[in-house]
């Protein structure tokens, strides 16, 4: 549904486990999970997006990217995603992975024992993460920054059991 998707769409996911990793790039989209939608690392996932190529690959539960330049600044942002309503486990990377993105909302999601962040925004502009739950994650719970002027909101959330719980930078 993602692929097919076109700015302005909502796509409802109904409840159950499913063993998928989500790639997000078309602006203005809203991805609602119902009660029991829960997202788990598939044996045959591709990495998102690969910040170190020496470096054993980690695959994202949802992953919003925009597009990069070589030398790492976000030349088209994807804008407008909305988040809410899932349960985001046992990635090898993140819960949710956020890359140069503007006006993001991450909503009442839960994001537990990822190998890296519960939620990471990095690269990006006026994200809004509020009532989320992130516990039992390898670095934070929650992590926003990468530049200046970030203009986070970040209100609401809960974070226990992560190395860090909620890590703001240049926010």
């Known amino acids: ?14 409840p159950g486990t499913y063993a998928e990793a989500l790639v997000i790039t078309t602006d203005n989209l809203t991805l609602k999970g119902s009660r029991g939608t829960v997202l788990t690392m598939p044996d045959d996932a591709e990495p998102c997006f690969v910040f170190d190529p020496e470096a054993p690959p980690t695959v ?19 804008e407008d995603t909305h ?19 503007e006006d993001l909302r991450a909503t009442r999601n839960r994001a537990e024992d990822n190998a890296e962040y519960g939620i990471f925004v990095l690269l990006s502009i006026r994200p809004v993460l509020t009532d989320n739950k992130t516990s039992g994650n390898e670095v934070a719970g929650l992590y926003v920054g990468g530049q200046e002027g970030v203009d986070a909101t970040v209100v609401g959330n809960t ?8 890590f703001l930078r240049d926010v």
């Open 159 to 166: 974070s226990w059991d992560n190395s860090l719980g909620i």
């Open 83 to 101: 988040i809410s309503g899932f349960v985001i486990r046992g990635f090898t990377g993140n819960g949710i992975f956020a890359l140069g993105t």
């Open 60 to 78: 994202e539960g949802i992953c919003v990217l925009g597009e990069l330049s070589p030398e790492f600044a976000v030349t088209d942002p994807v």
């Open 1 to 14: 549904a993602i692929d097919a998707a076109s700015p302005g769409d909502t796509i409802l996911v109904k």
